[in-house]
């Protein structure tokens, strides 16, 4: 399969934005630098004060953003290809609440919010995936019903994360919802290796998936006649989003509606013939580092979590999907 | 059967389902981290004589008991309600977003307007979930099929995810509505102000007054609405009398007692396994049978955690989800 011309620019286009973003993204702070001069920074030229804010200080956070971004976009577009309903992303089906579960909890054991509650966060995502599909298999599962009872799952987690932040003390809880709304405030490099290490393997076990995925777009039957192992299939398409989505959860939270939206307006930028993994992912990118930077400079007083900014564009997005997914 | 016997049989389940009832609301008043023999509360709730236990049962247990009783019943007729207007048998209150609403108008009117008395709130909960439902439905109306589970399924999933991303930016932003929401959204029958008892309950009774008159409407509109129109229905009132006859409900349930899920999904599907079709009957049945489901769930709650307890909510959230699932997994549900 070739890519096609207005595939190649979008994605070109999309990455030339994603990287001016991520050095506005580190333009930002006490210390002041230019476009031009973190650029420069970032291939390892200029003065040494500026290299070590740009490389010690403010490129982790970027780089999550950046990551995540890829990670909840290409994660996204796997599971709304898979269930054939633009809704089926991992908020709405359990992976995403299965990680906050899991995640809270270790915070609240005292743990913080370092590695512990990443690793966590990942086995929760995993956890309660694993046990969607398992309820849902019946002689195989389809997509809609991992969908169904992936929504009670995450009724269930919701419920028990509500339990956990009632049982915490104030101050845990603030750090909480910081951490359920999605936030790239104070990221080091610690939280950078894990999930590099989760984007360089399960990005290309995507696009290697990407033939699969798009017989199964076009539904069970059609994927069968054109040769497609459609059981093995899901589970290798589902195993592989909800790896990209638990590891982007455990470094930032679930920054909510990137992996719903991404893979929607890449469908709308390229209008493809199968799913528009790179395209995804790189929305994803541009939509995470553009929210955050708005997030930090909408304010005059202090940075919003990321989050907040995603969930409040994302609301009527999501309405209008809804609207029309249903015409 | 006969049609006589058949009504006598469920005129006596009724009878026994209300048994079942008191026994809950008794057990309900016993169990705590103190326990009372039933003599010890039969005494207390007759003769109060003013000594610790009196003050116990009229102070704690009744009124946590009565928010369960109220509650409980118009969860139950809502989510009846819900099932037998959309003939949709996955609708829930906490599902289909109606909660959601009424949480995300609670929290916008603590936060911004400073509004704190129930008296206050409640209001927005109305509005909240009003404006919840009627979305949702009309999202899942649209296009082929009208508003199949499915459809009403995902919109209310989506309506939600999306109300909830907006609750808990209102969270992030202030500190002490967050710290009275925490407490409020995990829905608890106790620690409530028993004066909001008698605040909710005019609301409550008129959506039941409500409910039970459309109830006969409802078995006609279960033929099909062209049927419905023949047999001289009108259809239009029906479900505008329904709809706020589930908003009344339901935004009182939530405004009370937090958003409970699953007890409008779960009884409505007891009672028809009871009592058949009827909308007339599994209104009655729901209305009986939700009450003794969350004060079980309650008492349930007290006693796998004693001392300590788990709020109702996340312990009916463990009974109907699992519930939730095997529905969906016996059913054929079509893909959109």
């Known amino acids: ?327 | 059967m006969t049609w006589g016997s058949a009504l006598t049989s469920r005129r006596i389940g009724l009878l026994l389902a209300l048994a079942g009832l008191a026994a809950c609301a008794l057990l309900s008043i016993m169990v705590g981290s103190r326990w009372l023999g039933v003599g010890a509360v039969l005494d207390a709730l007759l003769h109060p004589a003013g000594d610790q236990t009196e003050a116990i049962v009229w102070g704690l247990r009744v009124p946590r008991t009565g928010f369960g009783l109220a509650v409980g019943a118009a969860l139950g007729m809502a989510g009846a309600l819900m099932q037998g207007l959309t003939r949709n048998p996955l609708a829930d209150p906490g599902l289909l977003g109606v909660s959601a609403g009424a949480s995300l108008a609670v929290v916008l009117a603590t936060g911004f307007l400073g509004v704190t008395s129930l008296s206050g709130y409640i209001w927005f909960a109305f509005a909240g979930a009003a404006v919840a439902a009627v979305v949702v439905f009309l999202l899942a109306a649209r296009g082929v099929g009208g508003a199949t589970p499915t459809k009403l399924a995902l919109a209310g999933a989506g309506v939600t995810a999306m109300i909830g991303s907006l609750t808990t930016s209102v969270l992030l932003a202030d500190a002490a509505t967050l710290d009275r929401y925490r407490f409020w959204s995990v829905g608890a029958l106790s620690g409530q102000d028993p004066a909001t008892l008698l605040q909710v309950l005019p609301f409550l009774a008129v959506g039941a007054l409500l409910a039970a008159m459309i109830s006969p409407g409802m078995n006609a509109l279960s033929l099909g609405e062209d049927a419905a129109r023949g047999l001289g229905q009108r259809i239009g009132l029906i479900r505008v009398a329904g709809v706020v006859a589930i908003t009344l409900l339901a935004g009182a349930g939530v405004a009370v007692c937090g958003p409970i899920a699953f007890v409008g999904l779960v009884v409505p599907h007891l009672a028809r396994a009871i009592c058949g079709p009827d909308h007339r009957w599994v209104l009655a049945y729901s209305a009986v049978l939700a009450p003794a489901l969350l004060l079980a769930a309650d008492v349930l709650g007290r006693l796998v955690a004693h001392p300590d307890e788990l709020h109702v909510g996340i312990v009916v959230a463990a009974l109907g989800a699992p519930f939730f699932i095997a529905f969906v997994r016996r059913s054929r549900v079509a893909e959109l």
């Not at chain 1, 599971?79 to 809704?87: D, E, H, I, K, S």
């Not at chain 1, 990221?187 to 033939?211: E, F, N």
Request: with cysteine; hydrophobic share 55%; charged share 10%.
């Open chain 1, 1 to 327: 399969m070739t890519a096609r011309p207005r595939t190649i620019v979008a994605c070109f286009l999309l990455g030339a934005s994603a990287f001016l973003l991520l050095c506005l993204e580190i333009t930002i702070g006490d210390f002041p630098l230019t476009v031009p001069e973190v650029a420069a920074g970032l291939f390892g030229s200029g003065d040494p004060a500026a290299l070590l804010v740009i490389n010690e200080i403010r490129l982790p956070r970027a780089l999550v953003g950046l990551l995540i971004g890829i990670a909840f976009g290409v994660g996204g577009l796997l599971f709304q290809a898979l269930a054939r309903n633009p809704l089926a992303s991992p908020d709405v089906i359990g992976v995403t609440d299965g990680a906050n579960t899991f995640a809270v909890a270790t915070l609240l054991a005292g743990a913080g919010t370092g590695l512990g509650m990443s690793t966590m966060a990942v086995l929760g995502g995993f956890t309660v995936s694993a046990i969607v599909v398992g309820l849902s298999w019946k002689q195989g599962t389809t997509g809609i019903r991992i969908v169904l009872v992936g929504i009670g799952m995450a009724a269930l987690c919701g419920s028990i994360t509500d339990y956990l932040l009632l049982k915490s003390g104030a101050f845990q809880a603030q750090q909480a919802v910081v951490w359920l709304t999605g936030s790239l405030s104070g990221r080091t490099w610690g939280s950078v290796p894990a999930l590099a290490v989760a984007v360089a393997l399960l990005v290309p076990a995507a696009l290697a998936l990407g033939k699969w995925l798009a017989g199964l777009e076009l539904g069970e039957d059609t994927a069968r006649g054109l040769g497609v192992p459609v059981q093995g299939a899901r589970l290798a398409i589902m195993a592989v989003g909800v790896g990209l989505v638990s590891f982007a959860t455990a470094a930032a939270g679930p920054v909510a509606f990137v992996a719903l939206l991404a893979p929607q307006i890449a469908r709308r930028l390229v209008h493809p013939s199968v799913p528009p993994l790179m395209t995804s992912g790189l929305v994803g990118a541009v939509v995470v580092l553009a929210a955050d930077l708005v997030a930090r400079t909408l304010l005059s007083s202090g940075e919003l979590p990321v989050g907040v900014v995603t969930g409040v564009v994302g609301a009527p997005v999501l309405l209008w999907l809804l609207a029309r997914s249903f015409r």
